[in-house]
């Protein structure tokens, strides 16, 4: 992979998490977590040009509809879980 793509698709990953990462509800939250590292772990391996330029346009529609659903939740929020108001042990 050239560098350049190489920076393109850890942009598009740091993006994509970061987004992620403003979902209220933590169930989405935590899903779309996992499924990013795990599509991106998947396609680590991929060498052929054509299918790279293919999944980053994938992930770049992805992206979008993420920060979609993420305004989209914002204005419909909803109590916090009671696994995210545990408070940190004390030490």
């Known amino acids: 992979m050239a560098a350049s793509s190489r920076a393109q698709v850890l942009d598009l990953y740091r993006a994509m998490l970061r987004e992620s990462k403003h979902f209220s509800a933590y169930n989405y939250r935590t899903y779309a977590v996992r499924r990013i590292r ?3 772990r998947e396609n680590k391996n991929v060498k052929d040009p054509a299918e790279i330029q293919a999944l980053v346009n994938k992930a770049k529609r992805d992206l979008g509809i993420i920060r979609r659903q993420v305004h ?3 204005m419909y929020s909803t109590d916090k879980l009671i696994i995210e108001n545990q408070e940190k042990p004390r030490t």
């Open 72 to 74: 989209i939740g914002q």
């Open 38 to 40: 795990d599509a991106f």
